[in-house]
């Protein structure tokens, strides 16, 4: 394989934009130290936070988001599941009290119909359903159905083989029963499939089988899923792929939309708990921002796939109980100071950025390019300290070779490391040649805002890359 390769001309363009997801947060209240709602609501903005998630419908809470901006799903909680299956009027006297009451001016957009009650609240499992239909039926009556969609959170715990991910299956008694009709509701309503993910526990109880850098989006060797060929180079793909397996086993379901309602890492755990920590937060979360709004969520089944974050949570929560971790997974503090540095700011660019070969990024004029589209809600800022610009092997060989081609041409990345017989032409590979010539670029553009992207092509990473004997500097 060459070192790189021809530049791409005009006539040879890759378009490679694609519609970013969007990022928002999970904001609980189990708490007695927290700011009031109109404190929260300010410092969602002042980090661009555009879309929240909530677990009750609190009226301050509501108040306070009125006229935000900031787009709302709220919850019916799992212990009046019960009344709003079993009569119509019930879901229709809630929606009216919490939802119409505060709509428009809150910009609730969706409704989370209890939350995760195959684990939770298994008593209603039966129930949730025809709760799901009351209050959609609630909305219609009220024409309020095609602004404000149902669903429900599911956990992980639904499904009863997730490894490999293509052997992906829900539990015999939720497969037929309750999963197949909600997957009908959803589909006929045009709502989403919410699922909470969590590969901090799937690492934590695996840690001498898991690799951490495959749990946070750092660079590893990759798993191959010997039942479908896939090659996955992080857990939350093979977590959401092994949902899609079991979701394809019920029917044909391409058309549901899939939101994350929940993933996160606790910046500090008991002993038992490996993993837990801040530096290992701020990678995952920081990570996983950045790949959701480069346009890359997709998965090795799902490649083209926009995939909508919550992440959870906004504040560390003093009063949930469990181990040490359940206390710790805010990304602020009460006192509305960071846990960890990850920085939020608002996206910009235009699509189709020009001179890249309609690649997706382009030069803001300062010299860092930055993601074109828009589409995503916030994005992670340049991470302080040392730091690399790594390519990502999801991206496909087709995508890094464009990327490779603009960094080392135009984009004026320094490549003759990687030419036959250099320090760093070995090992030559697409992954290797073109995380060298990403790092020269980013390091020669200072680091900036968006100049590790490469419209999804690349990211950054917080510890040295291991290319074998090339060593890529953290300046230049």
């Not at 239909?133 to 149902?150: G, P, S, Y």
């Not at 979360?285 to 906004?314: E, I, K, M």
């Not at 080392?408 to 073109?434: L, R, S, W, Y």
Request: hydrophobic content about 45%.
């Amino acid at each position: 394989m060459p070192a790189w390769f021809p530049l791409l001309t005009d006539g040879e363009c890759l378009c490679l934009v694609a519609d970013a997801g969007t990022v928002g947060v999970n904001w609980g209240r189990v708490a007695n130290d927290l700011p009031s709602p109109a404190a929260v609501v300010q410092l969602l903005k002042q980090h661009g936070i555009a879309q929240v998630k909530l677990y009750d419908t609190e009226p301050a809470v509501l108040r306070a988001l009125a006229g935000s901006g900031i787009k709302v799903v709220v919850a019916l909680p799992n212990e009046q599941l019960a009344a709003a299956a079993r009569r119509p009027s019930y879901a229709l006297a809630w929606v009216r009290r919490n939802v119409a009451a505060y709509y428009p001016a809150t910009q609730i957009q969706g409704i989370a119909v209890g939350n995760e009650v195959f684990a939770t609240a298994a008593n209603v499992t039966a129930q949730l359903v025809p709760a799901m239909t009351n209050v959609h039926a609630a909305l219609a009556r009220l024409n309020m159905d095609k602004a404000v969609k149902v669903s429900s959170p599911v956990a992980l715990s639904a499904l009863a083989n997730s490894y490999p991910p293509s052997a992906g299956v829900f539990r015999e008694e939720l497969a037929q029963s309750v999963m197949k009709p909600m997957l009908d509701f959803l589909a006929r309503t045009g709502s989403d499939l919410m699922v909470n993910c969590y590969p901090f526990f799937a690492y934590a109880d695996n840690a001498g089988v898991i690799s951490l850098d495959y749990a946070l989006f750092r660079p590893n060797a990759g798993e191959l899923d010997s039942g479908s060929g896939l090659k996955y180079y992080s857990l939350l793909d093979a977590q959401l792929d092994a949902v899609f397996a079991a979701v394809g086993k019920l029917g044909s379901y391409n058309g549901v939309h899939v939101v994350v309602s929940e993933t996160g890492w606790p910046s500090k755990g008991d002993a038992k708990e490996v993993g837990a920590g801040a530096a290992n937060a701020a990678a995952y979360n920081g990570n996983l921002v950045r790949r959701v709004l480069s346009r890359n969520a997709g998965t090795p089944r799902r490649p083209d796939a926009d995939v909508d974050v919550y992440l959870f949570a906004l504040f560390n929560e003093n009063q949930k109980p469990g181990p040490t971790s359940e206390r710790n997974y805010g990304v602020f503090y009460p006192n509305q100071q960071k846990v960890y540095d990850v920085e939020f700011v608002l996206g910009g660019g235009s699509v189709g950025g020009k001179g890249n070969g309609g690649l997706g990024w382009q030069d803001n004029g300062g010299g860092s390019a930055v993601p074109a589209g828009g589409g995503g809600v916030v994005r992670a800022a340049a991470t302080p300290g040392e730091a690399w610009c790594v390519a990502n092997a999801m991206a496909g060989e087709a995508r890094l070779h464009a990327a490779l081609d603009y960094a080392c041409g135009p984009g004026g990345a320094d490549c003759k490391g990687i030419q036959p017989g250099a320090a760093c032409f070995e090992p030559n590979t697409m992954v290797a040649h073109a995380s060298y010539a990403f790092n020269d670029y980013y390091q020669r553009k200072g680091r900036s805002i968006g100049t590790c992207d490469f419209a999804g092509a690349a990211y950054v990473v917080n510890q040295a890359p291991k290319m074998g004997k090339c060593e890529l500097p953290s300046t230049v």
